[in-house]
């Protein structure tokens, strides 16, 4: 079907691009130009991402889920660049606009002015967030993967600090190490199958030899291994909440969601390239299961043991990303599409909700500079009194900043504990109502002891985060008087109520989302959907003209009809016998023609309808010839 307009698809890798390197060509004095320019590209991508949304809801076989193809350059599809749309890609983009607004707003306040060129690796990362959700290959993957990991790189230093710079150089060396191991995997898959698009390796994989299918899982490791230090998988999670930490409030806001790069990766090769039906099947499945449950407690334990909120954000990310990692890997070991399902709702709760996290903890701990989880540790252990700050308090006080930061903060606590009535209630017995029901939404025979393990775990990761962040707001909060609470600005609080806004809306549509949630996982349930659409995307080449094009078809009429005055001497001559041999001398060919004219208009000899009838086929010819090349789409783009 056609996408309309038909170049929407590229959209979210153009506009950041564009407003990226434009930002470029501003002085630095100019930052409220490039905020401007900032935001419109933002809101742009955030309205593109929610029209792509709709657009790939469709219905049929395909389980309401509609592929959109971009073949850049009219390449053909396992060759060329191969931009790929379904409901999966299009929950990631929206996820990430929805992130990046607020973000943005909150940098408003002050934070880009810390910094050079913030606006430009900030478009540059979404970027490559939005070119890694679409790309259909995984050479491209690699390189939307260094595009937004080298703006990190740059929004992670953004600003001063001497533990900004240390983690920093951590964050970077073991990315470059993680993208090594992805360079290395990609160029062993090439090798043995001959291509890196992933709609043809699901198509090759099953009829891999019996010898390069162990390189095959080595490859496969390798690249999980990159992944899923992107990820943050224990035991290669130790960077990542000290970096997170150590980030600006905008910049943790939005490194939310880079996490769930790695799990994006890992839930479409789990899907596409080791589902049922061959030798591969379920390869990796055990790790991702003991992987994921292992990140949830070790996660858990970084919350209850954070002295710092920044910490026990970075920390909270690991117990969303150890979950989603579970839930792929048992689906993979015969869960049900309905646990996906309410994994994803999960994942989009949890993201919004550390993304708001990760704004509110800069005005908490403007003014303590963390005092107040520490005192929440150790106030009576030691006997820590609280400091005292003449300080001038900075910025413009909004009214109610005590009851607005205070309902903020119990907002959070519901959303990532799992309490009711939030949207992180309902994601988690979404999950567990699925894992725990073989008879109705699960494939299994019987509640397996993974599934007694996953559900035990995740019950306790939603009590340890209830523990510590109620310990937090009672030391900030009830403890605290009114004089050490900051002033805040209005840029700053309104992208904390707009990401709990977005919970909020959650939680009261959250039967249309489950539906939305639902199709998606089953529809990643049925590659077959996913490989039929890339491998039959057709060029602009390919396309079927239209009644308006037929004249363009006259030009290639002779080359085709010229053929027709060496058979006609032939066919004439075929109707008798001697006829071939008087053939060659050109003056007896000339008048044996027109008796060949006559017989078939009055002879019904046998031989005149066969010989006969490539005649009046020439002159119609050229006009089957245009349209008998292959059906194709509108502008190299489907949908």
Same mark, same amino acid.
């Given at each position: 079907?056609?996408?309309?307009?038909?170049?929407?698809?590229?959209?979210?890798?153009?506009?950041?691009?564009?407003?990226?390197?434009?930002?470029? $060509?501003?002085?630095?004095?100019?930052?409220?130009?490039?905020?401007?320019?900032?935001?419109?590209?933002?809101?742009?991508?955030?309205?593109?991402?929610?029209?792509?949304?709709?657009?790939?809801k469709?219905?049929?076989?395909?389980?309401?889920?509609?592929?959109?193809? +971009?073949?850049?350059?009219?390449?053909?599809?396992?060759?060329? @660049?191969?931009?790929?749309?379904?409901?999966?890609?299009?929950?990631?983009?929206?996820?990430?606009?929805?992130?990046?607004?607020?973000?943005?707003?909150?940098?408003?306040?002050?934070?880009?002015?810390?910094?050079?060129?913030?606006?430009?690796?900030?478009?540059?990362?979404?970027?490559?967030?939005?070119? %890694?959700?679409?790309?259909?290959?995984?050479? /491209?993957?690699?390189?939307?993967?260094?595009?937004?990991?080298?703006?990190?790189?740059?929004? $992670?230093?953004?600003?001063?600090?001497?533990?900004?710079?240390?983690?920093?150089?951590?964050?970077?060396?073991?990315?470059?190490?993680?993208?090594?191991?992805f360079?290395?995997?990609?160029?062993?898959?090439?090798?043995?199958?001959?291509?890196? /698009?992933?709609?043809e390796?699901?198509?090759?994989?099953?009829?891999?030899?019996?010898?390069?299918?162990?390189?095959?899982?080595?490859?496969?490791?390798?690249l999980?291994?990159?992944?899923l230090?992107k990820?943050?998988?224990?035991?290669?999670?130790?960077?990542?909440?000290?970096?997170?930490?150590?980030?600006?409030?905008?910049?943790?806001?939005?490194? %939310?969601?880079?996490?769930?790069?790695? =799990?994006?990766?890992?839930?479409?090769?789990?899907?596409?390239?080791? #589902?049922?039906?061959?030798?591969?099947?379920?390869?990796?499945?055990? =790790?991702?299961?003991?992987?994921? &449950?292992?990140?949830?407690?070790f996660?858990?334990?970084?919350?209850?043991?954070?002295?710092?909120?920044?910490?026990?954000?970075? /920390?909270?990310?690991?117990?969303?990303?150890?979950?989603?990692?579970?839930?792929?890997?048992?689906?993979?070991?015969?869960a049900?599409?309905?646990?996906?399902?309410?994994?994803?709702?999960?994942?989009?709760?949890?993201?919004?909700? !550390?993304?708001?996290?990760?704004?509110?903890?800069?005005?908490?701990?403007?003014?303590?500079?963390?005092?107040?989880?520490?005192?929440?540790?150790?106030?009576d252990? +030691? #006997?820590?009194?609280?400091?005292?700050?003449?300080?001038?308090?900075?910025?413009?006080?909004?009214?109610? !900043?005590?009851?607005?930061l205070?309902?903020?903060?119990?907002?959070?606590?519901?959303?990532?504990?799992?309490?009711?009535?939030?949207?992180?209630?309902? #994601?988690?017995?979404?999950?567990?109502?699925?894992?725990?029901?073989?008879?109705?939404? /699960?494939?299994?025979?019987?509640?397996?002891?993974?599934?007694?393990?996953?559900?035990?775990?995740?019950?306790?990761? #939603?009590?340890? !985060? $209830?523990?510590?962040?109620?310990?937090?707001? &009672?030391?900030?909060?009830?403890?605290? *008087?009114?004089?050490?609470?900051?002033?805040?600005?209005?840029?700053? @609080?309104?992208?904390?109520?707009? $990401?709990?806004?977005?919970?909020?809306?959650l939680?009261?549509?959250?039967?249309?989302?489950?539906? +939305?949630?639902?199709? *998606?996982?089953?529809?990643?349930?049925?590659?077959?959907?996913?490989?039929?659409?890339?491998?039959?995307?057709?060029?602009?080449?390919?396309? &079927?003209?239209?009644?308006?094009?037929?004249?363009?078809a006259?030009?290639?009429?002779p080359?085709?009809?010229?053929?027709?005055p060496?058979?006609?001497?032939?066919?004439?001559?075929?109707?008798?016998?001697?006829?071939?041999?008087?053939?060659?001398?050109?003056?007896?060919?000339?008048?044996?023609?027109?008796?060949?004219?006559?017989?078939?208009?009055?002879?019904?000899?046998?031989?005149?309808?066969?010989?006969?009838?490539?005649?009046?086929?020439?002159?119609?010819?050229?006009?089957?010839?245009?349209?008998?090349?292959?059906?194709?789409?509108?502008?190299?783009?489907?949908?």
């Open positions: 079907m056609k996408l309309s307009p038909e170049h929407l698809m590229i959209a979210p890798i153009l506009i950041p691009l564009f407003a990226g390197a434009l930002m470029l $060509l501003y002085e630095d004095r100019q930052r409220r130009a490039r905020m401007v320019i900032s935001l419109i590209s933002t809101v742009a991508l955030l309205a593109v991402s929610v029209q792509l949304l709709i657009l790939s469709g219905t049929g076989p395909s389980d309401a889920n509609r592929i959109g193809l +971009y073949l850049l350059g009219d390449w053909p599809s396992p060759f060329g @660049i191969v931009l790929v749309l379904d409901r999966l890609s299009a929950l990631m983009l929206v996820m990430v606009a929805l992130l990046a607004t607020p973000a943005l707003i909150y940098a408003a306040a002050g934070w880009h002015r810390q910094g050079q060129h913030f606006h430009s690796l900030f478009q540059f990362l979404l970027m490559g967030l939005n070119g %890694a959700f679409l790309t259909g290959d995984l050479f /491209n993957l690699f390189v939307f993967f260094e595009v937004l990991l080298a703006a990190s790189y740059g929004l $992670l230093l953004h600003g001063t600090g001497q533990a900004r710079v240390r983690t920093g150089l951590h964050y970077i060396a073991i990315n470059l190490a993680a993208s090594l191991l360079l290395i995997g990609v160029s062993l898959i090439y090798g043995v199958t001959g291509t890196l /698009n992933m709609a390796l699901a198509l090759k994989l099953p009829y891999v030899s019996d010898a390069d299918r162990p390189l095959v899982h080595a490859a496969a490791a390798l999980g291994i990159a992944f230090v990820s943050g998988m224990w035991p290669l999670s130790f960077w990542l909440p000290g970096s997170y930490m150590a980030a600006s409030a905008p910049v943790g806001a939005i490194f %939310a969601v880079m996490t769930k790069v790695g =799990v994006y990766v890992v839930l479409r090769l789990s899907s596409l390239l080791f #589902g049922e039906g061959h030798l591969s099947s379920g390869f990796g499945a055990e =790790v991702l299961m003991a992987g994921g &449950i292992a990140t949830i407690l996660g858990l334990t970084g919350v209850l043991a954070s002295q710092r909120l920044g910490r026990m954000a970075g /920390n909270l990310v690991l117990v969303s990303s150890g979950t989603m990692l579970t839930v792929i890997g048992l689906s993979m070991n015969g049900s599409p309905g646990l996906v399902a309410g994994g994803l709702f999960y994942m989009v709760s949890s993201t919004v909700a !550390t993304s708001a996290l990760f704004l509110l903890m800069e005005p908490l701990e403007r003014e303590s500079g963390g005092i107040a989880a520490l005192l929440a540790l150790t106030a252990a +030691y #006997g820590v009194e609280e400091p005292e700050d003449d300080a001038p308090e900075v910025g413009l006080a909004i009214p109610g !900043t005590l009851m607005l205070g309902g903020c903060f119990v907002a959070l606590v519901l959303l990532l504990a799992g309490l009711p009535p939030l949207s992180g209630f309902v #994601g988690k017995v979404a999950m567990l109502t699925a894992a725990m029901n073989p008879e109705g939404l /699960n494939r299994l025979s019987a509640v397996t002891p993974e599934v007694w393990v996953f559900t035990a775990v995740l019950m306790l990761s #939603g009590l340890a !985060t $209830l523990v510590a962040m109620v310990r937090v707001g &009672i030391q900030t909060f009830w403890v605290g *008087t009114e004089d050490s609470l900051p002033k805040v600005m209005a840029l700053e @609080i309104a992208p904390v109520l707009l $990401l709990i806004a977005m919970a909020a809306a939680t009261v549509r959250a039967e249309p989302v489950m539906r +939305y949630m639902g199709a *998606t996982a089953r529809a990643l349930d049925q590659p077959q959907v996913y490989v039929g659409g890339v491998i039959r995307a057709e060029r602009v080449g390919d396309e &079927i003209p239209g009644p308006d094009a037929q004249p363009l006259r030009p290639e009429a080359p085709e009809a010229a053929p027709a060496e058979t006609a001497p032939e066919v004439a001559p075929g109707a008798a016998t001697p006829a071939p041999e008087a053939a060659p001398p050109a003056g007896e060919a000339a008048p044996a023609a027109p008796p060949a004219a006559t017989p078939p208009d009055a002879t019904p000899a046998p031989d005149a309808p066969e010989e006969a009838a490539p005649v009046p086929q020439d002159p119609p010819a050229p006009l089957p010839a245009a349209p008998g090349a292959a059906p194709g789409t509108a502008g190299g783009a489907s949908l």
